[in-house]
């Protein structure tokens, strides 16, 4: 492990100050990627502060707080049991105390507790601090829609990137190959490349590209597809009829980018990691998939089957779909999009899951 004394060596011979990290939050997929970022920092003493502060949502664990769990045994044993993170990641229960001074922030909350923590951390951060955003989900208010690269560049007043791809956290934690990609804003390839030494490993291949809402929203749109992929597979409709879904939500996902977002590159929904990979992991293993089928095997609804299916992580996309189909809504462009349409129809109003595509 590099000290900290190498730390200042190494910067005082650049003439550069090493960066700090900082990760807000540290479910699941925060805790896999704090495993990769604690590893990589450790490899860049002369760019990077060794300690990486992650902020952890305080809970007791058979009457221990998760954040001395964290910081004594090196595991998150609620959200990534089993796996070891670096003695260099160390958790805290503030979200204000993880970014203080901080350079570069890694946002990895569920998507409801976003703006609140960023306006708790307003002026906390470092003067030039840049951000990432692997938030699935989207922001509607006022009729207006967003992506929470742009909440969160709006609230700290810092350039923020994104991250997305097909990446299932506990493959990612145990080092099996996957690709992930970071969608940049324009001009800024250079948070980009800072961001591509936090993350890429010979198993966690980082593809750059100027696209940040393109990224983030094959994220988000990706999660309301996956709600109709598990419906298939609960009516035990076979692969035709999930391939059929899957081709149709992704041509709605590309069309709602491309009609309500400026700058968003095509590409990026077919030829990266953030595209239709991603959409592909998710609609054959993801929590969305899985409580979908269980949604129709069992009957129960979804507020029910996330408590007892997630371990305490969001289902993300029932709540995107409802913000989707609102903001549609409100455009008179509903139907439109119908497998988007039919999702919300029957997570939300009662409508039967078998017709799911007699409208598409």
Known sequence: MA??????????????????LAIIGSGNWGSAIARIAGNNLLQYPDLFIEEVRMYVHQEEIDGEKLTDIINTRHENVKYLPGIKLPDNVKAVDSAEEAARDADLLIFVLPHQFIESVCKSLKGKVAKNARAISMIKGVEVKNGKIRIFADVIEEILGCKCAALSGANIANEV??????????????????????????????????????????VSLCGALKNVVAIAAGFTDGLGWGSNAKAAVMRIGLMEMKRFAEEFFEGVKPETFT????????????????????????????????????????????????ETAKEVYEFL?????????????????IAYQGGEVVNLTSRL
């Not at 060596?9 to 650049?14: A, E, N, R, V």
């Not at 030494?197 to 940040?212: M, N, S």
């Open 3 to 20: 000290s900290s004394s190498s730390s200042s060596s190494s910067s005082s011979s650049t003439g550069k100050k090493p960066l700090r």
């Open 173 to 214: 934690a145990e080092d099996k190959f996957s690709e992930t990609t970071i969608g940049y804003r324009p001009g800024d390839l250079a948070t980009a490349e800072r961001f591509l030494k936090v993350f890429d490993t010979p198993t966690f291949r980082v593809g750059l590209v100027e696209d940040v809402a393109g």
């Open 271 to 318: 030829e990266t990691s953030a595209g239709i990979a991603d959409l592909i992991t998710t609609c054959y293993g993801g929590r969305n998939r899985k409580c979908a089928e269980a949604f129709v095997t069992t009957g129960k609804p979804f507020d029910v089957l996330e408590r007892e299916l997630l371990n305490g992580q969001k289902l993300q996309g029932t």
């Open 329 to 345: 809504k409100a455009r008179g462009k509903q139907d439109e999009y119908p497998l988007f349409r039919s999702v919300y129809s």
